[in-house]
């Protein structure tokens, strides 16, 4: 394959759930991997705005698949001096989260309003949180050649 004539790559790929933890590494850092060469290829490299995670801080398969991705993110900007963000996004919610697997607020909304037990492992931490649609808006706003808000970023 190959890139040609795109001034920006939105990159949110990525295996956030398997039973293998081989398939971490290999959807979120060697798919991020692949397309970073790809792109590098390019006549003029892309802009790369990849969509990380907080989990990524993790000492987890899943979060140090996640940092590697990063990695070569970061490593692809500097090579080809096209800007490239790391966003580490936190507790995306909104239409089409499904409970108790990507939404701890579709989970708490969907288990009250079924009368299920809910399960908070800390009362005291802060949540942040992610509306999807405002997520929507401000990719838009980066394809339309802002710089990623700062708090978006790693």
Same mark, same amino acid.
């Given at each position: 394959?190959?890139?040609?004539?795109?001034?920006?790559?939105?990159?949110?790929?990525?295996?956030?759930?398997?039973?293998?933890?081989?398939?971490?590494?290999?959807?979120?850092? =060697?798919?991020? *991997?692949?397309?970073? /060469? %790809? +792109?590098?290829?390019?006549?003029?490299?892309?802009?790369?705005? $990849?969509? @990380?995670t907080?989990?990524?801080?993790?000492?987890?398969?899943?979060?140090?698949?996640?940092?590697?991705?990063?990695?070569?993110?970061?490593?692809?900007?500097?090579?080809? =001096?096209?800007? *490239?963000?790391n966003a /580490? %996004? +936190?507790?995306?919610?909104?239409?089409?989260?499904?409970p108790? $697997?990507? @939404?701890?607020?579709?989970?708490?909304?969907?288990?009250?309003?079924?009368?299920?037990?809910?399960?908070?492992?800390?009362?005291?931490?802060?949540?942040?949180?992610?509306?999807?649609?405002?997520?929507?808006?401000?990719?838009?706003?980066?394809?339309?050649?802002?710089?990623?808000?700062?708090?978006?970023?790693?």
């Open positions: 394959g190959q890139l040609r004539e795109i001034g920006l790559l939105i990159h949110l790929a990525g295996v956030n759930r398997t039973d293998d933890p081989s398939e971490f590494h290999a959807g979120n850092a =060697g798919y991020t *991997a692949r397309i970073c /060469r %790809l +792109a590098a290829a390019a006549e003029r490299p892309p802009a790369l705005f $990849y969509a @990380s907080i989990r990524a801080v993790d000492d987890s398969d899943y979060g140090r698949s996640k940092r590697a991705a990063e990695d070569h993110v970061a490593a692809y900007g500097k090579a080809t =001096g096209a800007p *490239a963000w /580490r %996004l +936190a507790n995306i919610f909104g239409k089409w989260a499904r108790d $697997y990507n @939404s701890a607020v579709a989970t708490f909304c969907h288990n009250i309003a079924r009368g299920l037990p809910i399960r908070v492992n800390d009362p005291a931490a802060a949540l942040t949180l992610l509306y999807i649609d405002d997520l929507a808006d401000r990719l838009v706003s980066i394809a339309a050649g802002e710089r990623p808000a700062s708090g978006m970023l790693e």
